[in-house]
């Protein structure tokens, strides 16, 4: 639940607004907001017509305020589909950026899972924060671990927020102060000098990690240090979208494209324990001789 409402004009164009607004108006006419619901079609002064719908949390990233360029939603997708991310795990990420990955994430581990993002600049740890409240991420005023000069600004609680992101300052390249941890996902220049951590911060039996890099050479300096630490299952890819136009005429992809963005490599880690055959000894019989 966001403490955000959308509004959809009839030529497609989205407005993002905050809750409990009295009224809205473009260039197609105003509309009276008080005691409206979403899920109406309202009709404007001048006859335009406004969907008034509840914003997705992929409506709310899309309007946010960014720090850094976003990861963007088909490698998002990517990325918790190839790690199997599911609900109640503990995730691990670096750096939060903007936030629009601990963003699906959160929702992805859902309120029994936990999310901790770790980002060096405490700058983009703070408007990250914005972004994380607006969809209810994290609780009201709650603290970033690592900055001490909290402002106090008041933001609107969200209902039913899942409230499972945890904000850390730090250089993830340093430590990973968790342990256990069941996914770590990172979107950083140098990953591959937090493999080593990974592998000893990482769940022996179900421990996977993502590595999202822009360039062909990072990409190979992350599976290399995967592999000098063992990691199995090592798969790297680029997912490429294209938009396809439906029209009257015909369909045909759409002239432009986001042509890259960036290379997504997953592994899972090696386990530690090791157990040595042990022979089977051969089955004893119990049958008893029959009496004549
Ligand atoms: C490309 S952005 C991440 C964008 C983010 N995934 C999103 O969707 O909004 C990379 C972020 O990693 C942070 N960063 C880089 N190196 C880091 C490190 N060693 N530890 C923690 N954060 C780091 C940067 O400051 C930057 O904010």
Redesign the pocket.
Known sequence: MVNKELIIDDRGKKYLLNKNLDNFGNDLGVVDLVGKEEGSILITNKGGEFYFVTPTIHDIIKKMK??????LPKD?GLIIAECGIENGETVV??????????IYLANAVGKEGKIIT????PE?AKI?RKNLEIVGAVRQNQKIIGIDDENEEEIEIVENGLYNVTQKI????EKIEEENIDVLVL????PW??VEHAKKSLNKAKGRIAI?VPYVEQAKKGVEALKEHGFLDIRTVECIVRDIEISEKGVRPSTRMIGHTGYITTARVCPEKVVEYVPKKPKETTEQPEEN
Not at 66 to 71: A, D, E, F, K, N
């Open positions: 960014r720090s850094v360029t976003t990861l998002i990420e670096a750096g939060t950026g903007s936030a629009a990955l601990t770790y980002e060096k600049r983009f990250a730090g250089d993830i390249t979107d950083m220049p140098d000098n937090v999202y």
